[in-house]
């Protein structure tokens, strides 16, 4: 099956600096890849995704970069903010179904 | 929130007894989902659900049964909860749009087995 490995399981940053973690999957024919931001007694929330047909997504201060050959993809935080502070999880999946298989999360936080 | 409510929210209950969790929607979406979430592991899929009566395992279904006998509703069951079954329980749905399927997730249960 899937698997996908994030990194950095930690990362602090200074409030006004770039952050950005990294995600590699095994599975060639996964298509779909979303990000979640989860604050601390809350459901992951989708910040941004991209689909294998190109290969980044910008929205406001988050990006995201896709590359298939090498098989991982990034997201990319500017001007990073203290309310940006949360885990952060990437994900895969292929086929219709939609199954996600998770990284294991990367803990942001920023310093004001 | 896409329409997801999950119950109870929180349970506290003990060893060897049954837990359902519940997982309603009311957007009539073809697919819908049960992970857990623990320390260390991020999320993993139990089950899923591609239509009433239409179900399937995910990577951790041992000890987990689900059914779905309307489209609304998508129940995970714990025949004899475990310890090791203490955890939070989210349920998602997959919301179809031109651009392709997104994956949205509910408040989340939160089980503790004593």
């Known amino acids: 099956g899937e698997n996908v490995e994030q990194h950095p399981s930690t990362l602090s940053v200074q409030e006004g600096d770039s952050a950005v973690i990294k995600c590699t999957y095994s599975?060639?024919?996964?298509?779909?890849f979303p990000w979640y931001k989860q604050e601390l007694g809350k459901r992951p929330q989708l910040i941004i995704d991209?689909?294998?047909?190109?290969g980044e997504k910008k929205d406001q201060r988050i990006a995201v970069t896709l590359n298939k050959t090498a098989k991982h993809f990034s997201l990319h935080i500017t001007e990073t903010q203290p309310e940006d502070s949360a885990v952060y999880f990437c994900?895969?999946?292929?086929?219709?179904?939609?199954?996600?298989?998770f990284g294991k999360g990367t803990l942001l936080t920023v310093n004001p | 929130d896409a329409g997801i409510t999950q119950s109870p929210r929180h349970k506290v209950t003990e060893t060897g007894t049954p837990v359902t969790l519940r997982c309603h929607q009311t957007?009539?979406?073809?697919?819908m989902y049960w992970y857990r979430q623990d320390p260390g592991h991020g999320l993993r899929l139990i089950h899923y659900?591609?239509?009433?009566?239409?179900?399937d395992k995910g990577e951790v279904s041992d000890g987990y049964s689900v059914s779905r006998s309307k489209t609304e509703d998508f129940l995970l069951t714990l025949e004899s909860a475990t310890s090791s079954q203490t955890s939070v329980y989210f349920c998602?749905?997959?919301?179809?749009?031109?651009?392709?399927?997104?994956?949205?997730f509910g408040e989340g249960s939160w089980l503790t087995v004593v």
């Open positions: 991209i689909r294998s047909n190109v």
């Open positions: 957007e009539n979406h073809r697919y």
């Open positions: 998602a749905i997959s919301e179809s749009s031109l651009s392709g399927n997104t994956i949205y």
């Open positions: 659900s591609y239509g009433v009566k239409d179900t």
């Open positions: 994900a895969a999946s292929k086929g219709s179904n939609y199954k996600l298989t």
């Open positions: 599975d060639s024919a996964s298509n779909y």
